[in-house]
């Protein structure tokens, strides 16, 4: 029932004989309420409830961990129906609760088919897509969790940066989307969502068209295509000269700045790969954001010293790009993408 739209569940209730108004009601307990139980729906009628239990699944995501951050960052491990478990972060709760930004960092696959370099849920493979009902489930099970504590609470961003390339799971991330942004739902704006690919062209270009409203970021990480070949392998596939052109079309379309994101390790927080970026994004509305690698197990790889990482930010500042560098969050809780999976599934061997 959480991947229904509300004109999907007003078709339902007439099938069984029941008004459009009821299926509203459940479309904002679903949505707006983010209840996990019939029980919940204090509106709806026993018998409309029992009815309704047998043509709809609630489908709430069941959480097996919970960590919090001494920076606010909360990670939660869910578990699907078929066993299989997703992470979801809940960003900057604590910190910014005066100043009402709450970002959950969602995924869209059980693992990735991607394979990059520096990601624990890459290190794992693919398994499948998640549904409509399992994307937009972290968003109302965080909701449903925090609100516990602070009835008040409401998610006000999405970044589509979880386990998971966003762009190969195209129609159900586009499909969460227009749910999480119904006004009869959480009613979370377009501009405040932002889908990260690794660099899938031709959804880019599809993306433009189908919904210019929402943010792109690009996992960019290397400016030249012999070190992103190793760092995404998606490049081997689609190479620099066609990730960029296909930027400039996204901008083009959207007239929207686009975020590349760039992954620093100790190794290529070089003065000459800085430079290689600043030619890369010469004339391409965009903004760069510096993020220290996290170190994760079975990667290898070291995070760079503050002054390499200012000394890389330099150079692209002193050629006019617009940058910041990404705070370290909930690095006391394994905060990087899959790294509480793979805790969990190893604790089970
Ligand atoms: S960084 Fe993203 S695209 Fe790359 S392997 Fe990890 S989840 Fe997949």
């Given at each position: 029932?959480?991947?229904?739209?509300?004109?999907?569940?007003?078709?339902?209730?007439?099938?069984?004989?029941?008004?459009?108004?009821?299926?509203?009601?459940?479309?904002?307990?679903?949505?707006?309420?983010?209840?996990?139980?019939?029980?919940?729906?204090?509106?709806?009628?026993?018998?409309?409830?029992?009815?309704?239990?047998?043509?709809?699944?609630?489908?709430?995501?069941?959480?097996?961990?919970?960590?919090?951050?001494?920076?606010?960052?909360?990670?939660?491990?869910?578990?699907?129906?078929?066993?299989?478990?997703?992470?979801?972060?809940?960003?900057?709760?604590?910190?910014?609760?005066?100043?009402?930004?709450?970002?959950?960092?969602?995924?869209?696959?059980?693992?990735?088919?991607?394979?990059?370099?520096?990601?624990?849920?890459?290190?794992?493979?693919?398994?499948?897509?998640?549904?409509?009902?399992?994307?937009?489930?972290?968003?109302?099970?965080?909701?449903?969790?925090?609100?516990?504590?602070?009835?008040?609470?409401?998610?006000?961003?999405?970044?589509?940066?979880?386990?998971?390339?966003?762009?190969?799971?195209?129609?159900?991330?586009?499909?969460?989307?227009?749910?999480?942004?119904?006004?009869?739902?959480?009613?979370?704006?377009?501009?405040?969502?932002?889908?990260?690919?690794?660099?899938?062209?031709?959804?880019?270009?599809?993306?433009?068209?189908?919904?210019?409203?929402?943010?792109?970021?690009?996992?960019?990480?290397?400016a030249?295509?012999?070190?992103?070949?190793?760092?995404?392998?998606?490049?081997?596939?689609?190479?620099?000269?066609?990730?960029m052109?296909?930027?400039?079309?996204?901008?083009?379309?959207?007239?929207?700045?686009?975020?590349?994101?760039?992954?620093?390790?100790?190794?290529?927080?070089?003065?000459?790969?800085?430079?290689a970026l600043?030619r890369l994004l010469?004339?391409?509305?965009?903004?760069?954001?510096?993020?220290?690698?996290?170190?994760?197990?079975?990667?290898?790889?070291?995070?760079?010293?503050?002054?390499?990482?200012?000394?890389?930010?330099?150079?692209?500042?002193?050629?006019?790009?617009?940058?910041?560098?990404?705070?370290?969050?909930?690095?006391?809780?394994?905060?990087?993408?899959?790294?509480?999976?793979?805790?969990?599934?190893?604790?089970?061997?």
């Amino acid at each position: 029932m959480r991947g229904c739209s509300e004109d999907e569940l007003i078709e339902i209730c007439q099938t069984i004989g029941l008004k459009r108004f009821r299926a509203i009601q459940l479309f904002q307990w679903a949505q707006q309420k983010a209840v996990r139980s019939w029980d919940d729906m204090k509106n709806i009628g026993k018998s409309d409830r029992q009815t309704l239990s047998t043509r709809l699944h609630l489908y709430a995501l069941k959480k097996v961990r919970e960590q919090r951050s001494n920076d606010g960052t909360r990670k939660y491990l869910f578990c699907l129906e078929d066993g299989e478990t997703i992470e979801c972060v809940l960003m900057d709760y604590a910190r910014t609760k005066s100043r009402d930004r709450h970002t959950v960092c969602v995924s869209t696959q059980v693992g990735c088919p991607v394979g990059c370099a520096f990601c624990a849920t890459g290190l794992e493979g693919f398994r499948r897509n998640l549904s409509v009902a399992e994307i937009v489930g972290q968003v109302l099970d965080i909701t449903y969790y925090v609100r516990q504590e602070d009835p008040d609470f409401q998610v006000t961003n999405i970044v589509f940066m979880g386990m998971g390339e966003p762009l190969l799971n195209y129609d159900s991330v586009l499909k969460s989307i227009q749910l999480l942004n119904d006004a009869q739902g959480l009613n979370i704006g377009m501009r405040r969502m932002t889908i990260s690919t690794s660099g899938v062209v031709p959804k880019i270009i599809q993306l433009a068209e189908d919904n210019p409203q929402v943010g792109l970021a690009i996992s960019l990480h290397a400016a030249r295509d012999e070190i992103r070949n190793s760092l995404v392998p998606m490049n081997r596939r689609y190479p620099l000269n066609q990730l960029m052109r296909a930027c400039q079309e996204y901008t083009h379309i959207t007239h929207r700045r686009i975020t590349f994101e760039v992954a620093l390790t100790a190794e290529n927080a070089r003065r000459e790969e800085a430079e290689a970026l600043a030619r890369l994004l010469k004339g391409q509305l965009g903004h760069v954001n510096l993020i220290p690698v996290n170190p994760v197990a079975g990667t290898g790889m070291e995070r760079p010293d503050q002054e390499k990482m200012k000394k890389f930010a330099q150079v692209l500042v002193d050629a006019g790009i617009s940058v910041s560098s990404r705070e370290e969050r909930g690095t006391d809780i394994d905060a990087a993408c899959g790294q509480l999976r793979r805790q969990w599934e190893g604790e089970l061997k």
